[in-house]
């Protein structure tokens, strides 16, 4: 570089201040404008709910993750997870019953447990732990399971492409997810996780159940993003078959569209818990 010395830092050249907000890097919280887990809220359960306002809110989630009915003569809504696509319709058109969160929607081992009902939701057992932290907790725990480290083979059974960006993200220089001891290998022969991202379209069915039957047990099968756990906003269709639960058995649940590289974290804990 023209004018550079050899004993220029990066600081030097770069100069001071360069770095994105520091708090984000370092996983203490996420950018201020983030959409992730959508609650209810608080006093949502001294809203009166009528069949109207049901309607109404569950008009305005195109992928149907909300859903009403009635328990003991009083209306109940529910919120799908697995489906909501982090849009904050539901919030503007009901902001008492809705609160959309900064922080990540919790993977799970069970899709019934991306299911939540209005009086019943729990407070989220969401992991105020960094990128950093959940790296470390990662390594430990392969290290104790597998031994050295965990192989991934990713799939794209048919995304948009957002799911990826997340999944590549995981190999940047702030989550660097290789120094944890997990890898990213081509063939799924060499594979102990398939991360499966997309509905899981038709024309993926087969190589899909293909790339399944190629992974040597044990083996555990990631559904990342609403779309690959339940068909998320494009549903059951003549072209997609509403998650990838249809084509292979699914062990861990990440919801979000996307999630983000913290939740994929997450996901890969809960993995490694299957894996026996
Ligand atoms: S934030 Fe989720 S639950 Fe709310 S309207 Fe959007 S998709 Fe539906």
């Known amino acids: 570089m023209i004018g550079m010395k050899k004993t220029d830092s990066h600081h030097d050249i770069l100069g001071d201040h360069v770095e994105t907000d520091k708090m984000v890097l370092d996983g203490k919280r996420s950018a201020p404008s983030f959409r992730g887990d959508v609650v209810f809220a608080p006093d949502s359960n001294a809203q009166p709910l009528d069949s109207e306002l049901c309607r109404r809110v569950a008009a305005v989630c195109a992928p149907n993750a909300i859903a009403s009915k009635e ?11 697995g489906r909501c696509i982090m849009c904050g319709l539901c919030q503007e058109a009901a902001p008492a019953l809705f609160e959309v969160k900064s922080k990540f929607a919790r993977p799970v081992k069970r899709r019934s447990d991306l299911v939540v009902a209005q009086l019943s939701e729990v407070a989220p057992n969401i992991t105020e732990a960094s990128h950093e ?10 290290a104790k399971t597998l031994g050295r480290s965990l192989a991934i083979r990713e799939v794209d059974a048919g995304s948009c492409n957002g799911c990826e960006v997340e999944v590549v993200a995981l190999n940047n220089a702030v989550y660097d997810i290789e120094r944890f001891g997990v890898h990213f290998v081509a063939s799924p022969r060499h594979a102990d996780v398939l991360l499966v991202t997309g509905v899981g379209s038709r024309n ?61 974290l997450y996901g890969l804990l809960l993995a490694v818990d299957r894996i026996r």
């Open 71 to 81: 328990v003991d003569g009083r209306l109940q809504l529910a919120l799908d997870k």
């Open 133 to 142: 932290e959940l790296g470390r907790q990662l390594s430990e725990k392969i």
């Open 204 to 264: 993926m069915e087969s190589a899909l159940r293909r790339t399944f039957e190629a992974t040597p047990d044990p083996k555990v099968v990631v559904a990342v993003g609403a779309c690959a756990s339940t068909g998320g906003i494009f549903g059951d269709t003549y072209a997609t078959s509403g998650g990838i639960g249809d084509i292979v058995p699914v062990d861990v649940y990440v919801p979000g569209c996307p999630p983000r590289p913290e939740a994929l």
